[in-house]
């Protein structure tokens, strides 16, 4: 089974920049997609973005879409997400997971990181 270790979190003000980051343990196989999920306190979690292994299609939700890019770097089996012009409302754990689509649904994601926490401040 797939391990996945996130990193990059952290304390930042409105309008600054993190990268996140997500190293998977084992093998990603071709057709696999990753993404990235937030969860808010007393919120659901939520899509934020995703990318096919290998094609490097990638997804957004509307919310993020311009100020967040999701990356790979395949040499590195690793995912990134460089998020920009962070908001408050951007303040949530983020989740990388793995799955065997590229989907915006959450049931579509077999493994699952920890979670690294990501504040804006106002």
């Known amino acids: 089974q797939v391990q996945l270790v996130e990193s990059g979190g952290g304390l930042v003000q409105s309008g600054g920049s993190l990268r996140l980051s997500c190293a998977p343990s084992?093998?990603?196989?071709?057709?696999?997609?990753m993404g990235w999920f937030r969860q808010a306190p007393g919120k659901e979690r939520e899509f934020v973005a995703a990318?096919?292994?290998?094609?490097?299609?990638?997804d957004y939700s509307d919310s993020v879409k311009v100020r967040f890019t999701i990356s790979r770097d395949y040499a590195k089996n690793t995912v990134y997400l460089q998020m920009n012009n962070l908001k408050p409302e951007d303040t949530a754990v983020y989740y990388c997971?793995?799955?065997?689509?590229?989907?915006?649904?959450?049931?579509?994601?077999?493994?699952w990181g920890q979670g690294t926490q990501v504040t804006v401040s106002s």
């Open positions: 997971a793995v799955g065997r689509a590229l989907t915006t649904q959450y049931s579509g994601y077999h493994g």
């Open positions: 084992g093998r990603i196989f071709s057709d696999y997609a």
């Open positions: 990318i096919q292994w290998t094609t490097a299609s990638t």
